[in-house]
């Protein structure tokens, strides 16, 4: 089934919220926003925006009713800027006016004095001066340290890890209306309109059942509105509510750039042991995270970092320890994977070290590690349904990855100024949020008395397709055309209390949802079909809109049905909640079973570099992917697809750059370089592995929004493995590997 988004987006029908149309009265918003990173305010002074023509108020955080409080995990983050300023970017005024030209226009007349006070932007400065946002954190199996003496290698090393700018192509915004006796309704482009709902209530001093929040779809977010959306829309409420006007806030791009944070920037340490045939006995790894300003979902972000600082391979004896760093810098948060890229990054350069030290392919200590069927995780998950050595081995087969090393080989030794690489990305990504409790979803099916169906649910369709999953659950359920189905807005008045969007468990949790809310009413209909044919309800099927007892035909369709079962006044709408079985993490013990399951698989990446200019490109990307038992080949094709390129951007061009003082550098499209068409490998291939469901993901189909994106991380090793056929002793780890650096690095003198 195609997505069913797909006509709208070609013929630009779509509805986003800038295409809302816009009320008559509705006044616009923006923001002004901290020059400098780090500073303590000495005066404010709004009146030249005040006084501007077309302005109708300027917003402070002295205006605000309730709590200047917004953080989403810990009350860490203010809405509007009071006494300290502490990164560039952060919001200090909302300037409110008859059009957005005359907002943005105006705040350039606020005035600000303030004292500069030192920024820090590197997270290893900010660890030695101990500006974290929490005190590390440590998970340990085994005793690392006890084994490095048994070992035959030890190696150990440093790498750093650049940030990644979502570029959602639709910015962050909100559009807020009063409503009567105080309350309000927003429209925000966010993956959680509850934490929206929560904000505003918060902001404003109100109950949460005042705030109604309602999203139709969002153009991209990969992370970025996962916690992000929530300050423009806490403004526009704040505004709407005290001029009671709709009020509608909209970034620009380079606002957007600006003002959000990004992925996570790390630093690592690493020291790997291995045996003499090549099993790792044992790793230690410091991650130094940088955090930005504020913790927003920082924590949460370690904690997958944490958990997947092993990849795809079993280790004995390891500890891991993260550092949150505190850094002037604006909040860095959400982005998909959230801690995984770079805890499989760290992995993959120690690896990738032992083998340079040892000379000896990368691969071959990959593979000799791969997890087996009940290896136990060092968080103390025990996996089951492992598919990794057979994505491994299915891609060895079907890519015939031998002959192509002999041949790179081959190549390398003809060519002196082209060389290739190939590097091998085994995947493991754990499904369920880390937090437990987020692992929850609710999903509200009405059928009307005509047999058409309408499906609300907490799911926020963002491109990724999962509408049209929804709607595939509902009509396989209920045995009727999706014609007949209709997927509503996401409304926090329908569905209440929802997890954000992501996770890559949106499918997941609100499908099986749905599942349940479907079943209960089939299993009603199925009761009141036995009674109309003289059957048992056991005997009764719903299928392509008709009714069969024991498998045949009772010549009454869906229609009638519905129709009788109104008539009888039955139930004909119904609630379905889910939480996922099973899974819990001990937070004293800090060992658990904190995934529903695993996604698995396999990338050859083979890249070609000009060792002249510096330049490369990717000649193949080949993939086996375990997508379980796919309910939608097409979607999910489409995610490993979108997810490997953005992951290689990466870790090849995307490169951001702050000024020493905290200022974003690449703050524009001219200045930071994401995938486009030209980008993709030549030859690209996606091939499902042929394994079964795991009975947690729905209808057996696996949770495929994250995982390839680590795929991606294999570009980095692609490129470095091509360079170090022109210069061998190339020894850093340090991504993005961009054509500057890879210059620098062919011409690298390397001391003996
Ligand atoms: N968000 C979150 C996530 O709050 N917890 C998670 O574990 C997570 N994982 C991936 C993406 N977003
Ligand atoms: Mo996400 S990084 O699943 O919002």
Known sequence: MKNIDSKGHVTGKSVYLDDIPVRQDTLFAAVYSAPVAHARILSLDTSGAQNFPGVVAVFTAGDIPGENQIGGTIPDETLLAEEEIIYQGEPIAVVVAENEYIAREAREKIKLEYETLEAITDPREAAEKGSLLLSPRTLAMGDASSQWDKCSYV????????????????????????????????YSSTQSPTAIQRAIAKVLGKGMHQIETDVTRLGGAFGGKEDQATPWACMAALASSSLQKPVKLVLSRQDDLRMTGKRHPYAADFKIGLSADLKIMAFEVTYYQNGGAVNDLSLAIAERTLFHATNSYYIPHIKSTIYSCKTNLPPNTAFRGFGGPQGMFVMESAIAKAAQELEIPALKIQQKNLLKEGDLLYYGQKVKQVHIRKAWQTAFREFEIRKKQKEIDDFNKKNPLIKKGLALMPITFGISFTATFLNQARALVHVYTDGSVGVSTGAIEMGQGVNTKMLQVTAQTLGITPSRIKLESTNTTRVANTSPTAASSGADLNGQALLIACRGILQRLKKLAGELHGANASEIDLKDEKIFVGGQFTGMSWETLISEAYLRRMQLSEIGHYATPEIYFDKEKKKGSPFAYHVYGTAMLVSKVDCLRGTYEFEEVKIIHDFGESMNPVIDTGQVEGGVIQGMGYVTMEELAYSKSGRLLSNSLSTYKVPDIY??????????????GPKHAILKSKAVG???????????FAVRNAMRAFNPGFKYFDSPITPEKVLLGLYEKVKA
Do not use: D, R, W
């Open 155 to 186: 190696f150990s090393g440093s790498t750093k890890i650049g940030g990644q700018e979502h570029l959602y192509i639709e910015t962050q915004g909100a559009y807020c209306f009063p409503k009567e006796n105080g309350n309000l309704t927003v």
């Open 679 to 692: 980008s993709v490998p030549k030859v690209f291939v996606v091939k499902p592995l042929k394994v079964s």
């Open 706 to 716: 994250e995982p390839p994106l680590m795929y991606g991380l294999g570009a980095y």
